[in-house]
């Protein structure tokens, strides 16, 4: 008889506590993992295209680059030299002369004759239509404060004429709110030109169509009309005829799509007749709006346009620029490979070049 005591049959069997394969603690154990499930998208491993940079393909490339690019920076270099422009800066000629700041501010505030006329010369012929714009320099209409103070829903639906929240400080005046509200409608630039020339006696300026389509149809209304504008106690610009709906009145338009940079050109209309090389052109400036307060100038600016569109010489300085240095770095590569080239390795010890089976 065996002296022993009897051993448990399952004495040497895995224990449920020892985390066995059929174990709760390890299926609890994958279902707490947080590697992701294996799949050829999680892991890269999906077809893709790995070009290998060989110096063929790179000279290539930097030449395909400077075939393209020389051309397109020459023709727009070309079609920017054909437009044609005539800037005059005028805020300082149409000033009392000799004044100081202080002066000047006093007299753009009176009441006095403010006209002032300007001669120009055509050095080159222009074909119509012939853009006018007014250019503003240091004017900062990318303000926060500037931007924000005005009611879209107050331009586009007449019920909304009381929406005024966001307009402060020129919300209201005398009680009463203002249409349209704000800063931005407030300080609407209000100097006037009118055209003549040696060959035309009034040079007529197209005033219609110059803002963009979708403001006139989307942004102001046709039953929304201007309204107590203009009628506090400092008078910040032009005023509004109040029989004309806002989708009418094209000036606002064009100032209440507010400049990015503190110099900008706006768009103030087109003379459709073409003027000829040595012309004399008269213009006739009323000089209203105040910008000797904060040191800005003011531009009469005519331009014809291309098919790149005004005047712009740095589209075509660019492609230019880069085109002449991939053309550069082309030849550099090519004289290296040619007489100091480097032995490149062999590519079908890449692992994507590699058969699976023979790993």
């Not at 100032?255 to 040595?278: C, N, S």
């Not at 880069?322 to 590519?347: N, Q």
């Amino acid at each position: 008889m065996n002296s022993n005591p009897a051993t448990p049959m399952n004495a040497h069997a895995p224990s449920s506590s020892s985390g066995g394969a059929g174990s709760p603690d390890s299926s609890a154990a994958r279902r707490n993992s947080k590697r992701p499930k294996y799949s050829r998208f999680t892991q890269q491993e999906l077809p893709a295209c790995k070009p290998i940079l060989t110096p063929k393909w790179v000279i290539s490339a930097f030449m395909l680059v400077t075939i393209v690019f020389i051309p397109i920076g020459l023709a727009s270099l070309f079609a920017s030299r054909d437009v044609v422009e005539i800037i005059d800066r005028y805020d300082n000629a149409c000033a009392p002369p000799g004044s100081s700041k202080s002066q000047k501010i006093e007299f753009i505030q009176s009441n006095q004759n403010k006209t002032c006329v300007r001669t120009l010369t055509v050095t080159k012929r222009m074909k119509q239509p012939i853009y006018v714009y007014y250019q503003l320099d240091n004017f900062y209409q990318n303000h926060r404060r500037y931007v924000k103070s005005r009611s879209d829903q107050q331009l586009r639906n007449r019920g909304d004429e009381n929406d005024t929240s966001t307009c402060k400080p020129e919300h209201n005046a005398n009680g009463m709110p203002i249409v349209p509200c704000g800063l931005v409608a407030w300080s609407l630039f209000n100097d006037t030109y009118a055209f003549s020339s040696s060959n035309n006696p009034q040079l007529n300026v197209n005033k219609r169509h110059i803002s963009w389509k979708s403001d006139r149809e989307d942004k102001f209304g046709s039953d929304v009309f201007p309204k107590n504008f203009q009628n506090g106690n400092i008078i910040g610009g032009a005023r509004l005829n109040e029989s004309i709906p806002l989708s009418e009145q094209e000036d606002l338009i064009v100032w209440m799509r507010t400049a990015a940079l503190p110099t900008f050109r706006k768009l103030y209309g087109k003379i459709e007749v073409d003027l000829q090389a040595g012309e004399t052109i008269n213009v006739v400036v009323q000089n209203n709006y105040n910008t000797y307060s904060f040191s800005g100038k003011k531009k009469l600016v005519l331009s014809t346009t291309s098919w790149l569109g005004g005047k712009n010489n740095f589209i075509g300085i660019a492609y230019l620029a880069v085109g002449g240095l991939c053309f550069l770095l082309a030849t550099v590569f090519t004289i290296i490979y040619l007489f100091k080239p480097r032995h490149l390795g062999d590519p079908t010890y890449l692992s994507w070049n590699r058969n699976p089976g023979g790993h």
